[in-house]
């Protein structure tokens, strides 16, 4: 037994009459992400960076090529007040450059630095090997199994 099976059954005890099985799911789901986080937090703590940090640097890393703030927050899924206080962290310790763009006075690019470079690649290698302890557990089938039914539950909520 787990802790959802432990609430599951205080549950049905205190509340016969309520139908709490989604919270087999969601529960296990949502402890899953708690636990995940805070492997992803401590792997990255040595390197002196938050999540958000490593999103940044990493979504840049992916784009490849100079990009705006807005397009980096709609990439990263946060504000575009979050995302420059977070260029705004990287710009003061040394691993992103902002420049204005060549055709619009008013835009900035934001690139990655030497520096920014060799430490999103040093947090990649981090973040992943924390996915692969937590993903542990399951043999390869098994992972296929779990990405397929994940697949499914998030398609309908990403449309449009």
Known sequence: MDSVDRMIEAWRRSHPELEVS????VG???LCARHLERAL?????????????????NT?????????????AAASLVTSGAMTARLDRLVEAGLVDRVAAEHDRRGVRVSLTKAGNDIADKALKAVLSADEQFLAPLDRNQRGDAVELLRLLLHPHEQG
């Open 22 to 25: 989604p919270l087999e799911v």
């Open 41 to 57: 937090v401590a792997a990255l703590k040595p390197l002196g960076l938050s999540f958000g940090d490593f999103d940044v640097l």
């Open 60 to 72: 840049l890393r992916r784009m490849a090529v100079p990009a705006n703030p807005t397009e980096l």
């Open 28 to 30: 296990r789901l949502l």
